[in-house]
């Protein structure tokens, strides 16, 4: 059950189920669906950028616990970025899940998610939002 | 009865121990467990008879061509074929059901023919139609579910006498519903009308006894491994009166009578079908699946997966936060069981039931048409074999009021 516990943490379980980052946003510079066809979760993120930097981030979706709350956590993670830092973000945000050693504070509450990476079955939960975020920035 | 306690001595498998909790496999629908039986004849294969079949003179090939064809003649008994030229070994079903879009299909399906599916299909039985469609210009139409779910005979009468029906390919039993269809009725009524039928035995074939005589279907598909047989084994049936009418799947090695540099004649059935070196530990390992299962008895096998489903939907149907899909009782019924827990999303109660070691499928389970139909993006679904029993579904009842705990 502590595996679980990990998983299933207060933290991410109050940005799956009382996301402020779930809504769409009034003019988005760019929206991109993303989504996993085995299991279904499915997003789309939408950014709002001023010049180089994402002012605004949100998602609208559906799937379980893991992608949704780590969509909701990245969005927080990368409001006031430009996509440079965002960029460096994501990346560290996939070598967490895939276990590297990686310096965990710049993540903010996204580190919580580290605990996926002994579930190998979700790790595709976790990174969608990160991976659908890579491709427009 | 089923004497679980013996049956499940024979798997393996069933004795390891998933996050250190005793293994509850309730993902029979995806792929069965494999019998000691099954595990040792494969190896056994390798151990006393490996060459390659049909081509050399000597003593080990004779001994893998008879292993090869022994296992023909073992699914020609099993499902009651008239010969075993209506034999076909392939890789599974989906295999079995593009041969057939690629060769019957592609020959005999033209412009503005129609071809029918229910909207409860596997992709495998729902792309190759689609390929078939959009190259010839015919028409896909699909025949929907009554208030119980299950396939609305009804509807399908209208279809099929609306005309210029070719082919009817519907599946036997649902892999996500567990629902039997009337295949009697829809072979009849398919014929009667002009049409040819596919059957897709994917779901039906570890638990019902298949008469293809007496179904009368043209064209039977199915895999090895959801019926204790080893993966990569698979089947497919053709009536004898259509083997000339289906040409080549592919072609090269094996498969001919004579080469010339520019064309070349063919062997006669089933050889033809069957290029290049084919599975034959597979093969082999299915003939002692087919006795597995007879030694136990198809009814039998569907007696008791009726009676876990029975159990299983008297428990579930208790729960207040569990949405069950699917026909209110066993019935006429596999034993598979698809729902949803309110608020929990499928993949998150997979995750949950796995750490008490009870392995479930979550997902679309292949199924996307049917999901929209049911208008959910995903089901949980717990599918039962002979070495399940009762106290397996308790612990799973139990792992599902767990699921809550997590989610408020
Ligand atoms: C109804 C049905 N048809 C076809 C298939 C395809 O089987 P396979 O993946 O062995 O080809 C399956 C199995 O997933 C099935 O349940």
């Known amino acids: 059950m502590s595996d679980l516990n990990q998983l299933y943490s207060e933290i991410i379980m109050e940005h799956y189920e009382n996301s402020p980052n779930r809504r769409e946003l009034e003019n988005p510079t760019i929206k991109e669906r993303g989504h996993n066809p085995l299991c279904g979760d499915d997003i789309t993120l939408e950014l709002k950028m001023n010049g180089d930097v994402i002012e605004d981030a949100s998602f609208v979706g559906h799937g379980c616990a893991i992608s949704q ?14 996509k440079k830092e965002a960029l460096k973000l994501v990346e560290k945000f996939i070598d967490m899940i895939h276990k590297k050693d990686v310096d965990l504070d710049e993540l903010g509450d996204a580190q919580v998610l580290q605990g ?22 | 009865m089923l004497d679980i306690l013996k049956i499940k001595d024979d798997f393996p498998i069933l004795k390891t121990s998933p996050h250190g909790k005793k293994l509850i496999y309730f993902d029979n629908a995806a792929t069965t467990q494999k019998p000691t039986q099954v595990v040792e004849a494969v190896a056994d294969y390798y151990k006393k008879y490996n060459a390659n079949v049909y081509r050399s003179p000597h003593y080990l090939s004779t001994l893998s061509t008879e292993s090869y064809e022994e296992a023909r003649e073992a699914v020609k008994r099993f499902i009651n074929a008239k010969t075993s030229e209506s034999i076909v070994f392939t890789r599974n079903a989906t295999e079995s059901i593009n041969f057939i879009a690629y060769t019957w299909g592609l020959k005999h399906i033209g412009e ?15 792309l190759p139609w689609q390929m078939v469609a959009e190259k010839k210009g015919a028409k896909l139409k699909y025949v929907h579910l009554d208030e119980d779910s299950r396939l609305d005979l009804d509807e399908f009468k209208r279809t099929i006498s609306e005309g210029h029906v070719k082919l009817v390919a519907v599946q036997h039993a649902s892999n996500v519903l567990g629902i039997i269809n009337p295949v009697d009725e829809i072979i009849d009524l398919s014929h009667r009308n002009g049409a040819k039928v596919l059957i897709d035995g994917a779901q039906s074939i570890p638990n019902m006894k298949i008469d293809v005589e007496k179904l009368g279907c043209d064209f039977y598909a199915f895999s090895g491994h959801k019926m204790l047989g080893p993966m990569g084994i698979g089947v497919l049936y053709i009536k004898e009166d259509l083997l000339d009418d289906v040409p080549p799947f592919l072609s090269g090695g ?25 599975n034959v530990e597979g093969a082999y390992g299915l003939i002692k699946a087919i006795e597995y299962i007879e030694g136990i008895g198809l009814d039998n096998i569907l007696k008791h997966e009726q009676e876990l489903t029975e159990y299983a939907l008297s428990k579930l149907v208790e729960i207040d936060y569990v949405k069950l899909y699917g026909p209110k009782n066993a019935e006429n019924r596999t034993g598979i069981i698809s729902f949803n827990v309110l ?22 389970h292949c199924c996307q048409p049917l999901m929209r139909y049911l208008g959910v993006p995903a089901t949980v679904r717990a599918s039962f074999y002979i070495y399940n029993d009762k106290s397996e579904v308790d612990a799973f009842v139990d792992g599902l009021k767990d699921v809550r705990k997590w989610f408020r």
């Open chain 1, 69 to 82: 709350a780590s969509t909701s956590m990245m969005c927080d993670l990368i409001k006031g970025k430009n």
């Open chain 1, 116 to 137: 996926v990476s002994d579930f190998p079955a979700r790790v595709k939960c976790a990174l969608l939002a990160w991976k659908t975020l890579e491709k427009i920035i």
């Open chain 2, 112 to 126: 503005g023919d129609v071809i029918v599916l229910t909207i409860a299909e596997h992709h495998s039985n729902i």
């Open chain 2, 254 to 278: 094996e498969m001919i009578d004579e080469v010339f540099e520019d064309h070349s004649t063919f062997a006669p059935s089933p050889l033809k079908f069957e290029a290049g070196t084919p």
């Open chain 2, 343 to 364: 608020n929990v999303h499928p993949h998150d109660v997979a995750t949950i039931l796995d750490q008490d070691g009870i392995a479930v499928r979550s997902g679309h």
